[in-house]
Protein backbone atom coordinates (compact mmCIF):
# COMPACT_ATOMS: atom_id res chain seq x y z
CA UNK A 1 0.00 0.00 0.00
CA UNK A 2 1.32 3.36 -0.85
CA UNK A 3 1.96 6.66 1.29
CA UNK A 4 1.54 9.56 -0.07
CA UNK A 5 2.85 12.79 1.28
CA UNK A 6 1.64 16.30 -0.27
CA UNK A 7 4.02 18.85 1.52
CA UNK A 8 1.53 22.00 0.06
CA UNK A 9 -1.12 21.24 2.56
CA UNK A 10 -0.42 21.86 5.43
CA UNK A 11 -2.01 22.00 9.00
CA UNK A 12 -0.95 22.86 12.52
CA UNK A 13 2.78 23.54 13.66
CA UNK A 14 3.56 21.04 16.59
CA UNK A 15 4.75 22.33 19.74
CA UNK A 16 5.82 18.97 21.33
CA UNK A 17 4.91 16.51 24.04
CA UNK A 18 5.19 16.88 27.91
CA UNK A 19 3.99 15.02 31.40
CA UNK A 20 3.41 16.53 34.90
CA UNK A 21 5.12 15.95 38.03
CA UNK A 22 2.51 15.95 39.54
CA UNK A 23 2.27 12.83 42.50
CA UNK A 24 5.71 11.41 41.68
CA UNK A 25 8.20 14.42 41.91
CA UNK A 26 8.21 15.00 45.59
CA UNK A 27 9.30 11.21 46.11
CA UNK A 28 11.53 10.75 43.19
CA UNK A 29 13.28 13.85 43.65
CA UNK A 30 14.63 13.16 46.45
CA UNK A 31 16.54 9.74 45.38
CA UNK A 32 19.57 8.79 43.88
CA UNK A 33 17.67 7.59 40.83
CA UNK A 34 16.27 11.28 39.97
CA UNK A 35 18.92 12.42 37.29
CA UNK A 36 18.38 8.90 35.50
CA UNK A 37 14.42 8.94 35.68
CA UNK A 38 14.98 12.84 34.60
CA UNK A 39 17.01 12.05 31.84
CA UNK A 40 14.94 8.96 30.20
CA UNK A 41 11.95 11.38 30.26
CA UNK A 42 13.59 14.63 29.03
CA UNK A 43 16.47 14.13 27.08
CA UNK A 44 16.71 13.47 23.35
CA UNK A 45 19.83 11.57 23.52
CA UNK A 46 19.32 9.25 26.29
CA UNK A 47 15.68 9.33 26.63
CA UNK A 48 12.85 10.15 24.70
CA UNK A 49 12.82 14.02 24.76
CA UNK A 50 9.42 14.99 26.41
CA UNK A 51 9.57 19.14 25.88
CA UNK A 52 7.25 20.02 28.35
CA UNK A 53 7.30 20.04 32.05
CA UNK A 54 4.23 20.66 34.42
CA UNK A 55 4.87 21.66 37.87
CA UNK A 56 2.30 21.83 40.50
CA UNK A 57 1.67 24.95 42.55
CA UNK A 58 0.08 23.06 45.57
CA UNK A 59 -2.50 24.23 48.17
CA UNK A 60 -0.94 23.11 51.14
CA UNK A 61 -2.61 19.53 52.28
CA UNK A 62 0.54 18.45 53.04
CA UNK A 63 1.50 21.28 55.59
CA UNK A 64 -2.20 20.99 56.99
CA UNK A 65 -3.10 17.43 57.21
CA UNK A 66 -6.57 18.56 56.03
CA UNK A 67 -9.06 16.89 53.84
CA UNK A 68 -10.32 13.41 52.53
CA UNK A 69 -7.07 12.51 50.81
CA UNK A 70 -5.66 9.22 51.76
CA UNK A 71 -2.56 8.88 49.18
CA UNK A 72 0.41 11.48 50.82
CA UNK A 73 1.81 11.82 47.32
CA UNK A 74 -1.05 13.26 46.22
CA UNK A 75 -1.05 16.11 48.72
CA UNK A 76 1.27 19.01 48.29
CA UNK A 77 2.82 22.16 50.03
CA UNK A 78 1.90 25.62 49.62
CA UNK A 79 4.95 28.51 49.43
CA UNK A 80 2.53 30.82 50.93
CA UNK A 81 1.76 30.62 55.01
CA UNK A 82 -1.67 32.06 56.41
CA UNK A 83 0.50 35.05 57.86
CA UNK A 84 1.76 35.73 54.28
CA UNK A 85 5.14 34.63 54.82
CA UNK A 86 6.79 32.87 52.02
CA UNK A 87 8.99 29.80 52.40
CA UNK A 88 10.45 28.75 48.76
CA UNK A 89 12.13 25.68 50.76
CA UNK A 90 9.06 23.77 50.40
CA UNK A 91 8.53 21.17 48.00
CA UNK A 92 11.90 20.78 47.69
CA UNK A 93 12.28 17.31 46.14
CA UNK A 94 9.22 18.76 43.15
CA UNK A 95 11.41 22.13 42.70
CA UNK A 96 14.96 19.58 42.23
CA UNK A 97 13.17 17.16 39.96
CA UNK A 98 11.69 20.33 37.76
CA UNK A 99 15.25 21.76 37.66
CA UNK A 100 17.09 18.47 36.66
CA UNK A 101 14.51 17.94 33.60
CA UNK A 102 15.01 21.70 32.52
CA UNK A 103 18.76 20.76 33.04
CA UNK A 104 17.87 17.67 30.99
CA UNK A 105 16.07 19.07 27.97
CA UNK A 106 12.55 20.74 28.92
CA UNK A 107 12.31 23.91 27.99
CA UNK A 108 8.88 24.56 28.17
CA UNK A 109 7.37 24.62 32.10
CA UNK A 110 3.41 24.79 32.98
CA UNK A 111 3.09 26.14 36.31
CA UNK A 112 -0.52 24.42 36.82
CA UNK A 113 -2.47 24.47 39.78
CA UNK A 114 -5.53 22.13 41.50
CA UNK A 115 -6.29 24.38 44.05
CA UNK A 116 -6.20 27.62 45.40
CA UNK A 117 -3.80 27.78 48.69
CA UNK A 118 -6.39 26.09 51.84
CA UNK A 119 -6.41 29.45 53.58
CA UNK A 120 -8.19 31.34 50.73
CA UNK A 121 -10.95 28.60 50.35
CA UNK A 122 -13.87 29.17 52.02
CA UNK A 123 -13.70 26.12 54.24
CA UNK A 124 -9.82 25.87 54.43
CA UNK A 125 -9.37 22.91 52.64
CA UNK A 126 -7.93 22.20 49.64
CA UNK A 127 -11.14 20.32 48.23
CA UNK A 128 -15.29 20.70 48.79
CA UNK A 129 -17.20 19.28 51.95
CA UNK A 130 -19.24 16.89 50.56
CA UNK A 131 -22.61 19.08 51.96
CA UNK A 132 -21.73 21.68 49.65
CA UNK A 133 -20.77 19.76 46.55
CA UNK A 134 -22.48 22.32 44.22
CA UNK A 135 -20.44 25.34 45.00
CA UNK A 136 -16.99 26.86 44.00
CA UNK A 137 -14.75 26.85 47.24
CA UNK A 138 -12.83 30.23 46.10
CA UNK A 139 -14.54 33.26 46.81
CA UNK A 140 -14.43 36.28 44.32
CA UNK A 141 -13.01 38.81 47.08
CA UNK A 142 -10.10 36.28 47.41
CA UNK A 143 -9.30 36.06 43.46
CA UNK A 144 -7.20 38.72 43.65
CA UNK A 145 -5.36 37.29 46.40
CA UNK A 146 -4.82 33.74 44.44
CA UNK A 147 -3.73 35.74 41.46
CA UNK A 148 -1.05 37.34 43.58
CA UNK A 149 0.13 33.98 44.85
CA UNK A 150 0.68 31.97 41.88
CA UNK A 151 1.93 35.43 39.66
CA UNK A 152 4.53 35.56 42.80
CA UNK A 153 5.47 31.96 42.56
CA UNK A 154 5.53 32.59 38.71
CA UNK A 155 8.03 35.13 39.34
CA UNK A 156 10.07 33.37 42.05
CA UNK A 157 11.16 30.59 39.34
CA UNK A 158 11.82 33.14 36.74
CA UNK A 159 14.40 34.68 38.24
CA UNK A 160 15.94 31.56 39.23
CA UNK A 161 16.29 30.73 35.51
CA UNK A 162 13.79 28.07 34.64
CA UNK A 163 11.82 28.23 31.14
CA UNK A 164 8.38 29.37 33.06
CA UNK A 165 5.88 29.83 29.56
CA UNK A 166 2.62 29.29 30.89
CA UNK A 167 0.75 29.56 34.32
CA UNK A 168 -2.52 27.59 34.75
CA UNK A 169 -4.76 28.37 37.51
CA UNK A 170 -7.31 26.36 36.64
CA UNK A 171 -7.65 22.48 36.42
CA UNK A 172 -11.05 20.31 35.34
CA UNK A 173 -13.38 22.97 36.81
CA UNK A 174 -16.72 21.39 36.10
CA UNK A 175 -15.62 18.13 38.11
CA UNK A 176 -16.87 18.67 41.94
CA UNK A 177 -13.65 18.03 44.02
CA UNK A 178 -14.79 16.55 47.47
CA UNK A 179 -11.72 14.29 47.82
CA UNK A 180 -9.26 11.81 47.24
CA UNK A 181 -6.82 14.85 45.39
CA UNK A 182 -6.64 18.79 45.65
CA UNK A 183 -9.53 20.10 43.31
CA UNK A 184 -11.47 23.04 42.80
CA UNK A 185 -15.01 23.49 41.12
CA UNK A 186 -15.55 26.45 38.70
CA UNK A 187 -18.85 27.40 36.57
CA UNK A 188 -18.07 28.72 33.06
CA UNK A 189 -18.83 32.27 34.03
CA UNK A 190 -16.84 32.43 37.36
CA UNK A 191 -13.72 30.03 35.43
CA UNK A 192 -13.54 33.35 32.99
CA UNK A 193 -14.07 36.35 35.70
CA UNK A 194 -10.61 34.49 37.44
CA UNK A 195 -8.62 34.24 33.71
CA UNK A 196 -9.58 37.97 33.96
CA UNK A 197 -7.95 38.86 37.36
CA UNK A 198 -5.46 36.84 36.41
CA UNK A 199 -4.25 38.35 33.21
CA UNK A 200 -5.16 42.29 34.85
CA UNK A 201 -2.45 41.30 37.32
CA UNK A 202 -0.11 39.55 35.37
CA UNK A 203 0.28 42.98 33.02
CA UNK A 204 1.42 45.05 36.11
CA UNK A 205 4.35 42.51 36.42
CA UNK A 206 7.25 43.28 33.73
CA UNK A 207 9.37 40.11 35.17
CA UNK A 208 6.87 37.68 33.41
CA UNK A 209 6.59 39.34 30.44
CA UNK A 210 7.14 36.36 28.82
CA UNK A 211 4.69 33.94 30.66
CA UNK A 212 1.41 33.31 29.07
CA UNK A 213 -2.01 31.72 30.68
CA UNK A 214 -3.13 29.30 29.76
CA UNK A 215 -6.44 27.18 30.62
CA UNK A 216 -9.09 26.23 31.53
CA UNK A 217 -8.22 22.26 31.35
CA UNK A 218 -11.96 21.43 31.43
CA UNK A 219 -11.59 17.10 32.43
CA UNK A 220 -13.76 15.48 29.84
CA UNK A 221 -13.61 16.42 25.46
CA UNK A 222 -17.26 16.14 25.50
CA UNK A 223 -18.45 18.20 28.08
CA UNK A 224 -18.36 22.44 28.44
CA UNK A 225 -15.69 22.83 26.30
CA UNK A 226 -17.43 25.42 24.54
CA UNK A 227 -19.04 27.14 27.57
CA UNK A 228 -15.51 27.21 29.01
CA UNK A 229 -13.56 28.72 26.19
CA UNK A 230 -16.23 31.26 25.52
CA UNK A 231 -16.20 32.44 29.23
CA UNK A 232 -12.46 32.30 28.53
CA UNK A 233 -11.55 34.31 25.93
CA UNK A 234 -14.95 36.63 26.20
CA UNK A 235 -12.63 39.53 28.01
CA UNK A 236 -10.10 41.45 26.25
CA UNK A 237 -7.84 41.35 28.90
CA UNK A 238 -7.30 37.43 29.01
CA UNK A 239 -7.28 37.02 24.97
CA UNK A 240 -4.20 39.69 25.47
CA UNK A 241 -2.47 37.09 27.64
CA UNK A 242 -3.57 33.76 26.01
CA UNK A 243 -2.33 31.78 23.06
CA UNK A 244 -4.32 28.91 22.87
CA UNK A 245 -6.65 26.68 24.40
CA UNK A 246 -6.28 23.97 27.03
CA UNK A 247 -8.17 21.23 27.36
CA UNK A 248 -7.79 17.13 28.19
CA UNK A 249 -8.53 14.52 26.56
CA UNK A 250 -10.16 12.26 29.17
CA UNK A 251 -13.76 10.42 27.58
CA UNK A 252 -15.51 8.12 29.98
CA UNK A 253 -17.59 5.61 28.53
CA UNK A 254 -21.52 6.69 29.14
CA UNK A 255 -24.29 4.19 28.68
CA UNK A 256 -25.83 5.84 25.79
CA UNK A 257 -24.08 5.30 22.30
CA UNK A 258 -24.72 8.58 21.18
CA UNK A 259 -22.07 10.13 23.71
CA UNK A 260 -19.49 7.59 22.87
CA UNK A 261 -18.37 8.57 19.84
CA UNK A 262 -15.29 10.74 20.00
CA UNK A 263 -14.16 11.49 17.31
CA UNK A 264 -17.00 13.74 16.59
CA UNK A 265 -16.79 15.44 19.57
CA UNK A 266 -13.51 16.42 18.76
CA UNK A 267 -15.04 17.33 14.83
CA UNK A 268 -17.51 19.51 16.74
CA UNK A 269 -14.74 21.49 19.12
CA UNK A 270 -12.99 22.25 16.14
CA UNK A 271 -15.59 23.29 13.83
CA UNK A 272 -16.83 25.48 16.47
CA UNK A 273 -12.98 26.86 17.50
CA UNK A 274 -12.63 27.32 13.39
CA UNK A 275 -15.84 29.47 13.23
CA UNK A 276 -15.97 31.03 16.41
CA UNK A 277 -11.81 31.63 17.59
CA UNK A 278 -10.13 31.23 13.77
CA UNK A 279 -6.17 31.14 14.38
CA UNK A 280 -6.18 30.42 18.42
CA UNK A 281 -4.25 27.11 18.79
CA UNK A 282 -5.65 24.22 21.18
CA UNK A 283 -3.61 22.16 23.07
CA UNK A 284 -3.89 18.83 24.95
CA UNK A 285 -3.14 18.71 28.80
CA UNK A 286 -4.06 15.97 30.34
CA UNK A 287 -4.29 12.23 29.41
CA UNK A 288 -3.82 9.27 30.74
CA UNK A 289 -5.50 5.77 30.16
CA UNK A 290 -8.54 5.66 32.70
CA UNK A 291 -8.15 1.96 33.63
CA UNK A 292 -7.49 0.05 36.63
CA UNK A 293 -3.87 -2.13 36.77
CA UNK A 294 -0.72 -1.79 35.62
CA UNK A 295 -0.43 -2.22 32.12
CA UNK A 296 3.19 -2.33 30.80
CA UNK A 297 2.05 -3.80 27.36
CA UNK A 298 1.36 -2.57 23.98
CA UNK A 299 -2.53 -2.86 25.05
CA UNK A 300 -2.16 0.44 26.74
CA UNK A 301 0.39 1.95 24.08
CA UNK A 302 -2.14 1.07 21.25
CA UNK A 303 -4.83 3.00 23.42
CA UNK A 304 -2.75 5.99 23.72
CA UNK A 305 -1.37 5.96 20.41
CA UNK A 306 -4.89 6.36 18.67
CA UNK A 307 -6.14 8.98 21.19
CA UNK A 308 -2.79 10.54 20.00
CA UNK A 309 -4.00 10.34 16.27
CA UNK A 310 -7.05 11.27 16.90
CA UNK A 311 -6.27 14.72 18.89
CA UNK A 312 -3.45 16.04 16.77
CA UNK A 313 -5.17 14.42 13.09
CA UNK A 314 -8.52 15.75 14.13
CA UNK A 315 -8.59 18.21 16.68
CA UNK A 316 -5.67 19.58 15.59
CA UNK A 317 -3.37 20.17 18.79
CA UNK A 318 -0.50 21.82 18.41
CA UNK A 319 1.01 19.64 22.00
CA UNK A 320 0.42 16.74 23.69
CA UNK A 321 0.75 15.79 27.59
CA UNK A 322 0.23 13.52 29.72
CA UNK A 323 -1.43 13.86 33.16
CA UNK A 324 1.90 12.46 34.70
CA UNK A 325 4.89 10.98 33.72
CA UNK A 326 5.62 8.40 36.91
CA UNK A 327 3.11 5.92 38.82
CA UNK A 328 4.23 4.33 41.92
CA UNK A 329 0.11 2.89 41.95
CA UNK A 330 -1.83 -0.07 40.30
CA UNK A 331 -3.26 2.09 37.95
CA UNK A 332 -2.70 2.44 33.93
CA UNK A 333 -1.06 5.83 34.08
CA UNK A 334 2.65 6.94 33.69
CA UNK A 335 5.47 6.31 31.32
CA UNK A 336 7.49 5.11 34.00
CA UNK A 337 6.48 2.57 36.75
CA UNK A 338 8.24 2.66 39.87
CA UNK A 339 7.84 1.06 43.83
CA UNK A 340 7.79 3.55 47.03
CA UNK A 341 9.50 0.98 49.08
CA UNK A 342 12.77 0.69 46.95
CA UNK A 343 14.44 2.57 43.35
CA UNK A 344 13.54 -0.43 41.08
CA UNK A 345 11.55 1.46 38.18
CA UNK A 346 9.91 -0.04 34.82
CA UNK A 347 9.66 1.30 31.70
CA UNK A 348 6.16 0.42 30.22
CA UNK A 349 5.50 0.60 26.20
CA UNK A 350 3.40 3.27 26.82
CA UNK A 351 7.12 5.17 27.34
CA UNK A 352 8.10 4.15 24.27
CA UNK A 353 5.06 4.55 21.90
CA UNK A 354 4.84 8.28 23.38
CA UNK A 355 8.86 8.15 22.12
CA UNK A 356 7.94 7.05 18.50
CA UNK A 357 6.33 10.95 18.30
CA UNK A 358 8.59 12.65 21.35
CA UNK A 359 11.87 12.20 20.38
CA UNK A 360 11.77 12.32 16.45
CA UNK A 361 9.32 15.09 15.82
CA UNK A 362 11.26 18.43 15.78
CA UNK A 363 9.77 21.39 17.72
CA UNK A 364 8.02 23.31 15.16
CA UNK A 365 7.20 20.94 12.93
CA UNK A 366 4.34 21.43 10.68
CA UNK A 367 1.81 18.44 10.16
CA UNK A 368 1.35 17.74 6.66
CA UNK A 369 -1.24 15.78 4.67
CA UNK A 370 -0.69 11.94 4.43
CA UNK A 371 -2.89 9.36 3.09
CA UNK A 372 -2.50 5.58 2.63
CA UNK A 373 -5.27 3.40 1.30
CA UNK A 374 -5.20 1.23 4.11
CA UNK A 375 -7.61 2.19 6.36
CA UNK A 376 -6.58 0.19 8.93
CA UNK A 377 -3.40 2.22 9.12
CA UNK A 378 -3.35 5.40 10.82
CA UNK A 379 -0.23 8.22 9.72
CA UNK A 380 0.79 10.92 10.64
CA UNK A 381 3.15 13.28 9.02
CA UNK A 382 5.30 16.23 9.61
CA UNK A 383 8.06 18.37 7.87
CA UNK A 384 10.44 20.53 10.08
CA UNK A 385 14.65 20.65 10.23
CA UNK A 386 14.74 20.10 6.75
CA UNK A 387 13.20 16.35 6.99
CA UNK A 388 9.74 14.47 7.06
CA UNK A 389 9.25 12.10 9.73
CA UNK A 390 6.28 9.90 9.38
CA UNK A 391 4.79 7.82 12.14
CA UNK A 392 2.40 5.14 11.57
CA UNK A 393 -0.03 2.87 13.84
CA UNK A 394 -0.99 -0.77 12.75
CA UNK A 395 -3.38 -1.54 15.79
CA UNK A 396 -4.19 -4.83 13.75
CA UNK A 397 -2.92 -8.76 15.04
CA UNK A 398 -1.72 -8.56 10.74
CA UNK A 399 1.70 -7.33 9.16
CA UNK A 400 1.09 -4.62 6.26
CA UNK A 401 3.17 -3.96 3.74
CA UNK A 402 3.58 -0.45 2.55
CA UNK A 403 5.43 1.81 -0.01
CA UNK A 404 7.39 4.57 1.04
CA UNK A 405 7.89 7.88 -0.69
CA UNK A 406 11.85 7.21 -0.21
CA UNK A 407 14.21 5.54 1.91
CA UNK A 408 13.94 6.00 5.52
CA UNK A 409 15.48 5.60 8.83
CA UNK A 410 13.24 3.41 10.72
CA UNK A 411 12.22 2.94 14.47
CA UNK A 412 9.65 0.30 15.72
CA UNK A 413 7.90 -0.16 18.76
CA UNK A 414 5.76 -3.73 18.97
CA UNK A 415 6.03 -5.87 21.75
CA UNK A 416 8.76 -7.75 20.95
CA UNK A 417 11.04 -4.28 20.58
CA UNK A 418 11.63 -0.99 21.99
CA UNK A 419 12.44 2.07 19.74
CA UNK A 420 14.49 -0.22 17.55
CA UNK A 421 15.88 1.45 14.74
CA UNK A 422 17.25 0.64 11.32
CA UNK A 423 17.48 1.30 7.46
CA UNK A 424 14.70 0.94 5.45
CA UNK A 425 14.71 0.77 1.71
CA UNK A 426 10.94 2.46 -0.10
CA UNK A 427 8.98 -0.97 0.24
CA UNK A 428 8.98 -1.78 3.86
CA UNK A 429 6.55 -4.27 6.58
CA UNK A 430 4.94 -2.86 9.38
CA UNK A 431 4.84 -5.12 12.28
CA UNK A 432 1.00 -6.03 14.32
CA UNK A 433 0.44 -4.21 16.71
CA UNK A 434 3.09 -1.79 16.32
CA UNK A 435 3.68 2.02 16.31
CA UNK A 436 6.63 2.99 13.75
CA UNK A 437 8.59 6.24 12.97
CA UNK A 438 10.27 6.88 9.70
CA UNK A 439 12.75 9.36 9.35
CA UNK A 440 12.62 9.93 5.57
CA UNK A 441 16.30 10.85 4.08
CA UNK A 442 14.74 13.29 0.88
CA UNK A 443 11.63 15.16 1.58
CA UNK A 444 9.14 15.33 -1.66
CA UNK A 445 8.98 19.03 -2.83
Known sequence: MKVMLDHTRTFQRFEGFGASGAW???????????????????????????????YNIGAGSAD??????????????????????????KDENAVNMMKQA??????????????????????????????HVFRTNLSEKNYGAFADYCLDVCEHFVKEGLPVRYLSPINEPF????????????????AGRLMRVFAQKMNGRPLLSGVRLSGVESGDIRWFNKSYTRNLLRYPETRARIDGVDCHSYFLHFP??????????????????????????????EWCHMQGGRD??????????NVMYEDISILGVTSWQHWIAVSEVDFCDGLIYINTDNEDYELTKRYFVTGNFSKYIPYGARRIDVRCGDADLKPLAFDGDDKT?????????????????????????????????????????????????????????
Open 389 to 445: VLVIINDTGKEKSVTLPGAALKIVTDAERDLFEEKSGKETVLTPRSVTTFILERAEK
Open 256 to 285: LPFFNNRQAFLRRFRKYMDRRWPGVPVRMS
Open 296 to 305: KTMDSALVMA
Open 175 to 190: WIWVGGQEGCHYSPRQ
Open 102 to 131: AKDGADEIILFVNSPPEFLTKNHKSHLDRS
Open 64 to 89: SGRGDIGNPLRRTFSFLDENGEYDFQ
Open 24 to 54: WAQLVGGRSYRDVISRLLFSKRDGIGLRTYR
